[in-house]
């Protein structure tokens, strides 16, 4: 099994669609009532992957779920906070896709010194509450069917003036990150 972690780009966006899509049609987990088309999803690739950051994991060169940070319920100013989103294909569920991917997206945000994620879950949702607190999030609060949770990050610089984006982490520490992120994909694998 070939696993990888890593950034995404324009060329990911119909297999990420693909995934996204029924979150958006079954269920009450995206934050949108419609699906974007390709070319607006392709938008929002190139808008957040080099600001805030989405990356995947593939299994076998295949798409398994991603995961991004944007600026939703963030209060203007706040530099240091982002909400994250992931989106999980339907089979890939429980194979440790999930926990590979927060792992990566948070070891990103250490090193590019935000201070904390929250994660907004539509209501009812037992299973993404259950990953949140395993993942280190707590309960802040919960309006109109929605809980917020969150989560302190240690940033490696205290002193940073603002976050550093995705792209411009040291090779090395991403690489790392990555890679340990990958075999979070394999070790659930091999526990089942």
Same mark, same amino acid.
């Given at each position: 099994?070939?696993?990888?972690?890593?950034?995404?780009?324009?060329?990911?966006?119909? +297999?990420?669609?693909?995934?996204?899509?029924?979150?958006?049609?079954? #269920?009450?987990?995206?934050?949108?009532?419609?699906?974007? #088309?390709?070319?607006?999803?392709?938008?929002?690739?190139?808008?957040?992957?080099?600001?805030?950051?989405?990356?995947? #994991?593939?299994?076998? +060169?295949? #798409?398994?779920?991603?995961?991004?940070?944007?600026?939703?319920?963030?209060?203007?100013?706040?530099?240091?906070?982002?909400?994250?989103?992931?989106?999980?294909?339907?089979?890939?569920?429980?194979?440790?896709?999930?926990?590979?991917?927060? +792992?990566?997206?948070?070891?990103?945000?250490?090193?590019?010194?935000?201070?904390?994620?929250?994660?907004?879950?539509?209501?009812?949702?037992?299973?993404?509450?259950?990953?949140?607190?395993?993942?280190?999030? +707590?309960?802040?609060?919960?309006?109109?069917?929605?809980?917020?949770?969150?989560?302190?990050?240690?940033?490696?610089?205290?002193?940073?003036?603002?976050?550093?984006?995705?792209?411009?982490?040291?090779?090395?520490?991403?690489?790392?990150?990555?890679?340990?992120?990958?075999?979070?994909?394999?070790?659930?694998?091999?526990?089942?």
């Amino acid at each position: 099994m070939r696993v990888a972690v890593r950034r995404i780009n324009e060329w990911d966006a119909p +297999s990420m669609l693909k995934i996204y899509a029924p979150y958006v049609e079954n #269920t009450n987990c995206a934050p949108e009532k419609a699906v974007p #088309t390709l070319a607006e999803y392709i938008r929002r690739i190139d808008q957040y992957t080099y600001g805030r950051g989405w990356i995947m #994991t593939e299994i076998d +060169s295949a #798409t398994a779920g991603f995961c991004l940070l944007t600026e939703r319920g963030v209060e203007k100013g706040d530099l240091f906070t982002a909400d994250i989103q992931l989106y999980v294909s339907p089979d890939c569920l429980r194979r440790g896709v999930g926990t590979s991917l927060y +792992s990566l997206m948070l070891a990103i945000m250490h090193h590019a010194n935000y201070r904390r994620v929250t994660a907004h879950i539509n209501l009812p949702n037992d299973a993404a509450i259950a990953f949140h607190e395993k993942m280190g999030f +707590s309960r802040v609060e919960e309006k109109d069917g929605v809980l917020l949770m969150a989560r302190d990050i240690e940033p490696e610089n205290p002193a940073a003036k603002r976050f550093t984006k995705p792209y411009l982490i040291e090779n090395e520490d991403y690489e790392r990150a990555r890679e340990y992120a990958a075999t979070l994909v394999r070790e659930a694998k091999e526990a089942e």
